[in-house]
């Protein structure tokens, strides 16, 4: 949504008066970049003002700008050059989206996230009816290039918990099977990420189809998703495996699995000292 420079104003504002947008996508980190960033605003100033717009209580919203925004509050800076537009949330959302999404760095999860901060606002505006052709045609093709099918897959990846997004972020766990696995609830995912841990896999697409059909009758147990997840992939190495129920009556119910693991492996690795002991005798 390209804003109109209609009624813009460009101020000086004061840092302490300006907010992040609430529940913005786009990570802002304290790496590398920032660092450099923090070091640009020092040496040459803010160059592109940030894109803001007022609040009731005298403050501002941030639309554009967060890096810098983050940056200068590092640098110590006290005022910001600002065009300030006088928009409410849901006009505010989408020029956030649009104006971030043309980034080259952009995360899974923060796609994921952008688009359905777009999505709720033009619901919220009168045009969920028409979201398909008119968002997938003329809005979105002003921020990115995604079809208006893999726009929704993003969206599907906003039912997943946060330990498994950030999998996907980390390029651990593919798009493709990370949306089969969002159909899963809340609980089955905590019991496919526990396995996950345990077993050091994640699961490929197939089984990630396996997973959400099993979810969809409701059969999907923590046996079931320990089968699927030791059923062999291709170039997979092999690997000894056990059955979870197999193993807890020999330790603590209050163990977790990977304290379970934890605790053969010291086992295993207190015996092999043993042996050695004895050999060397």
Same mark, same amino acid.
């Given at each position: 949504?390209?804003?109109?420079?209609?009624?813009?104003?460009?101020?000086?504002?004061?840092?302490?008066?300006?907010?992040?947008?609430?529940?913005?996508?786009?990570?802002? =980190?304290?790496?590398?970049?920032?660092?450099?960033?923090?070091?640009?605003?020092? &040496?040459?100033?803010?160059?592109?003002?940030?894109?803001?717009?007022?609040?009731?209580?005298?403050?501002?919203?941030?639309? %554009?700008?967060?890096?810098?925004?983050?940056?200068?509050?590092? /640098?110590?800076?006290?005022?910001?050059?600002?065009?300030?537009?006088?928009?409410?949330?849901?006009?505010?959302?989408?020029?956030?989206?649009? %104006?971030?999404?043309?980034?080259?760095?952009?995360?899974?999860?923060?796609?994921?996230? /952008?688009?359905?901060?777009?999505?709720?606002?033009?619901?919220?505006?009168?045009?969920?009816?028409?979201?398909?052709?008119?968002?997938?045609?003329?809005?979105?093709?002003?921020?990115?290039?995604?079809?208006?099918?893999?726009?929704?897959?993003?969206?599907?990846?906003?039912?997943?918990?946060?330990?498994?997004? %950030?999998?996907? #972020?980390?390029?651990?766990?593919?798009?493709?099977?990370?949306?089969?696995?969002?159909?899963?609830?809340?609980?089955?995912?905590? #019991?496919?990420? $526990?396995?996950?841990?345990?077993?050091?896999?994640?699961?490929?697409?197939?089984?990630?189809?396996?997973?959400? =059909?099993?979810?969809?009758?409701?059969?999907?147990?923590?046996?079931?998703?320990?089968?699927?997840?030791?059923?062999?992939? /291709?170039?997979?190495?092999?690997?000894? %495996?056990?059955?979870?129920?197999?193993?807890?009556?020999?330790?603590? =119910? &209050?163990?977790?699995?990977?304290?379970?693991? $934890?605790?053969?492996?010291?086992?295993? $690795?207190?015996?092999?000292?043993?042996?050695?002991?004895?050999?060397?005798?």
């Amino acid at each position: 949504m390209p804003l109109s420079k209609k009624d813009v104003q460009a101020m000086q504002l004061p840092i302490q008066k300006l907010r992040p947008f609430e529940n913005h996508p786009f990570q802002v =980190k304290d790496d590398d970049e920032m660092n450099q960033l923090v070091w640009s605003v020092l &040496t040459q100033g803010v160059l592109t003002p940030l894109v803001v717009r007022p609040l009731d209580n005298d403050e501002y919203e941030v639309i %554009s700008g967060h890096r810098r925004l983050h940056a200068c509050q590092k /640098a110590g800076i006290e005022t910001v050059p600002a065009l300030i537009y006088a928009l409410d949330r849901d006009a505010a959302a989408i020029a956030l989206v649009d %104006s971030n999404l043309h980034r080259e760095k952009i995360l899974p999860s923060e796609k994921a996230f /952008a688009y359905k901060l777009k999505m709720d606002a033009l619901s919220h505006q009168g045009t969920s009816r028409q979201l398909g052709e008119k968002w997938s045609v003329s809005q979105l093709s002003e921020a990115g290039t995604d079809s208006e099918r893999q726009i929704h897959r993003y969206i599907r990846l906003t039912e997943l918990i946060l330990q498994i997004l %950030s999998m996907v #972020d980390a390029g651990k766990i593919a798009l493709t099977p990370a949306v089969e696995l969002s159909y899963l609830n809340e609980q089955e995912q905590r #019991d496919l990420l $526990e396995t996950m841990e345990s077993e050091d896999c994640t699961p490929s697409l197939s089984q990630a189809v396996q997973l959400k =059909k099993l979810s969809q009758s409701g059969e999907l147990t923590m046996d079931k998703i320990f089968e699927i997840l030791r059923e062999p992939k /291709a170039n997979q190495q092999e690997k000894i %495996s056990f059955r979870l129920d197999d193993l807890r009556k020999y330790f603590p =119910k &209050t163990y977790s699995v990977a304290r379970i693991q $934890e605790r053969i492996l010291k086992l295993l $690795e207190a015996d092999c000292r043993r042996r050695s002991g004895r050999d060397a005798r």
